[in-house]
């Protein structure tokens, strides 16, 4: 990630190989007009556009950028990442995108923290062709009149906290399915949270049998790498409340033996996107020296089918004593993330949040940019909306309808359903049954992220190909509004 700096200078005197400027129709274009006409630049929405800079500014190219007339924080989040991304080659830059807040100047330092992201950890030497080369830009500065003030500063660096954080995330979300099974995955989050200094405490799959957890070993019992249970603890001095997370880690999803068609096979590596969440902004909120307590769940199985793969129709007790019925063993999500959320009430939390890949339907609901948003509290559901929205991230409420808690209890043999009988309201009905495992009188939100988590097209503003993190930076303004 570029190191990002903060200046007073103006646009037209900064030092920087790349002056980025943000235009909007209303402003003097630095003498620019001309030479941007001479390119064809209109400033239409997302424009971009590279100049020679003829002199008339010190930087010797400038990397014009169109910007709506009156730029909301994530639209200068975007054209951040949307710069450095065609920044490519480039080592030091100026950007000018005119924040008007101490605000802007954050999401601006965001956008730029996030748009540099590559993967390129499996590309050979050789192979590496430009389009491939990580981003070279090592230094930054945002032009800005705040420049002077601790405020600024302190954004600037809490805004590359939470980026690395986004970019943790997505590095475990890309890495290949078979080299992050779920004990790698466990040993990778313990050593990063034990560098940021949270305690961590991994159950393998002996301690998870004598503590009941028959959700995640039921799900991990197909494949030959064993499930791991990772509780994450960041323990302020004096913290004002108490938060727990919980997390899908299904480090990949074939569907067990309800096997899933090939196509959609190729992309559930992004299952344990949950997990690699909450565990990314656990780390953020500890780095940030949040004064809010965390205990977190990662909850790490590999759905795979073999002859030692849980039957639709078996059943399985659960850590929280309740029997659950198995229809689909593609429905796995719910089945780790019950235990986790019995393991989370034994916490005793003020406040619960589980994120989860969890349904196709939800995807179908929203499409690829949204999150759902359900739970047994509106008013706390409020609060993650109000959090995703100042974070720059799309998420919508779902309610869990009475129809769906009638579904649940269905079973003839057991306690409860897994599977929802009928095709409809999918997302409704896996958030109806993870409730019955939420503690009572506990406000709980349940973010479905199956669609945002994984970029299936090109890489566009600050959103790569591939793992996006998403609800990484709603989690950790959830942490900051809850710090009040
Ligand atoms: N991991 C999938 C959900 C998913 C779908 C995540 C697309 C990301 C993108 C989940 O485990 C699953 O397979 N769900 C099934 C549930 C069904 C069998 C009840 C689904 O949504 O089809
Ligand atoms: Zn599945
Ligand atoms: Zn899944």
Redesign the pocket.
Known sequence: MPTVSLSTAKPATAAADVLVLGIRTADDHEGLSALLALVGFTGEKNQVATLPSNGIVKADRVLAIALPEAPTAEDLRRAAGRAVRALKGVKSAAFALHPASVEEVAAIAEGIGLGAYTYTTYKSKNAKSKKDKPVELSKVAILSAFARQKAATKAVEDAAVVAEAVNAARDWVNTPPGDLRPPAFAQAIGGQAEAAGVKVSIWDEKRLAKENCGGILGVGQGSGAPPRLVKLTYSPAKPVTHLALVG?G?TF?S?GL?I?PGA?MQ??K??MAGAAAIVAATIAIARLGLPVAVTAFACLAE?MPSGTATRPGDVLSMRSGATVEVH?T????RLVLADGLSLAGDAEPDHLIDVA???????VALGNYTSGVLGNDDAFAGQVLDAAKAAGESMWHLPITEEMKGLVNSSSIADLRQ??PK?AG?TL??AAFLREFVPDGVPWAHLDI??P??NEGGASDYTPVGGTGASVRTLVKVAESLAG
């Open positions: 899908k299904i999803d569907g309800s899933k959609s992309t559930m992004c299952d759905n689909n593609d429905a796995e999500g890949t969890l349904t196709g339907a939800a995807v599977h929802n095709p999918g009905f896996a199956a669609g988590a994984f």
